[in-house]
């Protein structure tokens, strides 16, 4: 396994699962196909597309999205396929021009020093790649030789040009940044300022920041309409709590990203018990500016229902130590159960708030505790 050393142990993952929390699994329920895998691979098989001529009129895209072992082989065919086809051709010239065979001394060959195909091969990887040993050259005697060269360095110019960008976007493609944006391998539902949430921690490895970082989340689930149209895969957005206003985040230090379960949140209705039924997934994506090469990036990662741990809420990672801020990224993951009411947040509502919810409990502790001091003045009445 990759890991930094000094920022995080050698049992943690350097990648979007920053950890390996120990949780209870339910084995009852059969797992759910995943629609974002856990490091941000989306799991969907495109079949049966009859169009395929579309990829071929974006070809520079194409080359950028093969493998690298695809990519490195059609890199060396298209040199390799455009140099013997120019050396076919610069044989054909010095055949046709009698250059093959032995002449006299004020012979004037189209090229000099081209007596077989390996020598009109040899020329025109020459001519391609603008290396000159000195030994073959273009004379004034064949215009078509001219034409040819020139040809020649424009096909050459055009496949440089292709290849390298392609070799250069593989190499800086903005997926290589998301590596080190991580996300917490749980999320949580628990009380925040008196509200049920659903929350999830973020955070960046790199030094270098992420410019107008912005925070995405949707939950995905299958509904029907009103009609009895099945929808496999709803995408709902679920509105994140940020204090400016806008999903946008400094991510300097791993952040607990919150999201309020209110009357129009697809999680309202949702209680402790129905969330272990349940099939949903909350994908998260993570967007933003790479600082140091200005490639907008996105990192990508999701929930399932046993993913979700009701009643525990995220233990601080941020510290400070001589000075300065440390974040200790061994407690990244970790939770801690907390206080939290079972029931739905609709359910919430309806019984008054969170307030209210505290009133049977408190109220039965205070008679309780009535009750203990009223029996121990009886004793010493007794007594």
């Known amino acids: 396994m990759l890991s930094r050393k000094g920022l995080i142990p050698e049992d943690y993952l350097l990648t979007r699962l920053a950890e390996e929390v120990l949780q209870p699994k339910f084995k009852s329920k059969p797992r759910k196909a995943r ?10 098989a495109h079949t049966n597309i009859r169009e395929q001529g579309r990829f071929l009129q974006d070809v520079f895209t194409t080359l950028v999205d093969l493998k690298w072992l695809h990519t490195l082989l059609i890199f060396t065919m298209s040199f390799l396929c455009s140099w013997l086809l120019f050396g076919m051709i610069w044989w054909l010239i010095a055949f046709g021009h009698g250059d093959l065979d032995p002449k006299g001394d004020d012979f004037v060959p189209c090229v000099t020093d081209v007596h077989s195909f ?19 050259m273009i004379t004034e005697e064949c215009v078509s030789a001219i034409v040819i060269l020139i040809i020649q360095n424009i096909v050459g110019l055009v496949i440089n040009a292709i290849m390298l960008g392609c070799i250069f976007m593989k190499t800086a493609q903005a997926n290589r940044r998301a590596e080190t944006l991580i996300f917490s391998k749980h999320a949580v539902i628990t009380v ?13 490895l790199r030094k270098s920041m992420i410019i107008s970082a912005t925070v995405h989340v949707q939950v995905v689930r299958k509904t029907f309409t009103n009609e009895g149209e099945m929808v496999p895969l709803d995408q709902i957005d679920i509105q994140m709590d940020n204090p400016v206003g806008t999903n946008s985040i400094f991510l300097v230090s791993p952040l607990i990203i919150s999201h309020v379960i209110d009357k129009n949140s697809p999680l309202y209705d949702l209680s402790a018990a129905d969330l272990q039924h349940e099939d949903i997934e909350v994908i998260v994506v993570l967007e933003g500016v790479v600082e140091t090469t200005g490639i907008t990036t996105q990192a990508r990662t999701s929930y399932l229902s046993d993913e979700i741990l009701w009643g525990e809420r995220f233990v601080p990672t941020v510290s400070e130590e001589e000075g300065m801020y440390a974040v200790d990224y061994s407690k990244f993951g970790k939770t801690i159960k907390v206080a939290t009411p079972s029931c739905s947040a609709r359910a919430l509502d309806e019984a008054g708030g969170l307030e209210r919810f505290k009133l049977p409990e408190s109220s039965s502790s205070g008679a309780s505790i009535r009750r203990r001091i009223l029996k121990h003045q009886h004793t010493k009445d007794i007594l």
């Open 192 to 204: 925040r300022n008196n509200k049920l949430c659903f929350m999830f921690r973020l955070g960046d």
């Open 118 to 136: 390996s020598s009109a091969f040899l020329f025109s990887i020459e001519v391609q790649v603008t290396i000159g040993f000195g030994g073959r």
């Open 35 to 44: 629609f974002v895998a856990k490091n941000g691979a989306c799991n969907v």
